[in-house]
């Protein structure tokens, strides 16, 4: 496998797909793994683009088949990540992108550490998050709390990623992703560094 994987993570309003949307031309050919989730599709969605939208017995026969890389109980529905379709991109020399969870970003470093960068992305302070989840007018007041409360939990693993974005200007934190993408496609895994050396003593 030649490619590289990029985790991102953070809290839902952090403005992830934003970053990565403003930096798409500046980090070349990527393969953006989409989630699986058993959580019913918000307006506009749509299946194949945002998520694979699932039911939970579907979701359930995955985990039993070993289907996925990594998968999460987020509230009170499955996400995961397919296994399949990133091995394939990985094999093509592509840059792998996942926005999931922390509990994700712990999975996907213990099962594929040697490809994985990886960076945690947030607004400046909880308020300015809690400022930005109301503005978008996605989610009713009981899931916005909940999503308040999951940020401070997810706030506390900062220090198990590579690096760090804070999100307070859209054109700053992009062009810090994409120095991060870049870099992340130089990172050797193990096994290319043993060939490194082999063809460096031949």
Same mark, same amino acid.
């Given at each position: 496998?030649? !490619? ?6 953070? /809290?839902?309003?952090?403005? &992830? ?22 959580? #019913? /599709? ?5 299946? !194949? *683009? ?11 026969? !995955? ?20 296994? &399949?379709? *990133? ?6 020399? =592509? ?15 213990? =099962? ?10 947030? /607004? /400046?302070?909880? &308020? #300015?998050?809690? =400022? ?17 409360? @999951?940020? =401070? #939990? ?9 690096? *760090?974005?804070? @999100? ?13 993408? +870049? ?5 050797? +895994?193990?096994? #290319? ?10």
């Amino acid at each position: 496998m030649q !490619g590289a994987i990029l985790v991102l993570s953070g /809290p839902s309003g952090a403005g &992830k797909s934003t970053i990565i949307n403003h930096a798409s031309s500046q980090i070349g050919e990527y393969y953006f793994s989409i989630s699986t989730t058993t959580r #019913e /599709p918000r307006e506009g969605e749509k299946d !194949g *683009v945002d998520y694979y939208f699932v039911t939970r017995e579907a979701f359930e026969e !995955g985990i039993k088949a070993g289907d996925f890389l990594e998968y999460a109980t987020v509230h009170g529905n499955y996400y995961g990540t397919s296994l &399949k379709p *990133v091995k394939q991109a990985l094999f093509e020399g =592509k840059l792998v992108i996942f926005d999931i969870d922390v509990q994700g970003h712990r999975l996907v470093r213990a =099962k594929m550490g040697d490809y994985v960068t990886s960076v945690f992305i947030t /607004p /400046p302070t909880l &308020k #300015e998050l809690e =400022k930005r989840l109301y503005a978008r007018s996605t989610d009713d007041d009981s899931i916005i709390k909940r999503r308040v409360e @999951n940020a =401070k #939990e997810e706030i506390n693993a900062i220090g198990e990623f590579d690096f *760090v974005i804070i @999100n307070d200007s859209v054109e700053v934190a992009s062009a810090q992703f994409a120095t991060i993408a +870049n870099a992340a496609r130089l990172k050797q +895994n193990r096994e #290319e560094l043993e060939k490194i050396v082999l063809h460096w003593k031949n």
